[in-house]
Nanobody, 118 residues
Framework: VQLVESGGGLVQAGGSLRLSCAASGSTFTISDMGWYRQAPGKQRELVAAIISGGGRTKYAEFVKGRFTISRDVTKNTMYLQMNSLKPEDTAVYYC????????????WGQGTQVTVSS
């Protein structure tokens, strides 16, 4: 599975962005998908995840009430709607997909930069 993120950019604090993650290849093998982020000098951390086709979602505490994850299976695309952005949300955002074919595997996109100015 190949993943390509888009939608990042520069936004002022309080603004919004919508990230997209387009999947291609053996998309029928995708189980769970998620968004992660990594700020300079910090470890990559989970932002939000959508479980097994969209039935259940989970969020990191620091984005609850501000970010919404969704997935359009017909378009093989996952989204992250980010509202009320804060400077501390500045990071590279990565798309992840967990797949199962002959065994479990994990795929990552190349990342998209989100910069929130104060």
């Amino acid at each position: 599975v190949q993943l390509v993120e888009s939608g990042g950019g520069l936004v002022q604090a309080g603004g919004s962005l919508r990230l997209s993650c387009a999947a291609s290849g053996s998309t029928f093998t995708i189980s769970d998908m998620g968004w992660y982020r990594q700020a300079p000098g910090k470890q990559r951390e989970l932002v939000a995840a959508i479980i097994s086709g969209g039935g259940r979602t989970k969020y990191a505490e620091f984005v609850k009430g501000r970010f919404t994850i969704s997935r359009d299976v017909t378009k093989n695309t996952m989204y992250l709607q980010m509202n009320s952005l804060k400077p501390e949300d500045t990071a590279v955002y990565y798309c992840n997909a967990v797949t199962f074919e002959s065994g479990w595997s994990s795929s990552w996109g190349q990342g998209t930069q989100v910069t929130v100015s104060s």
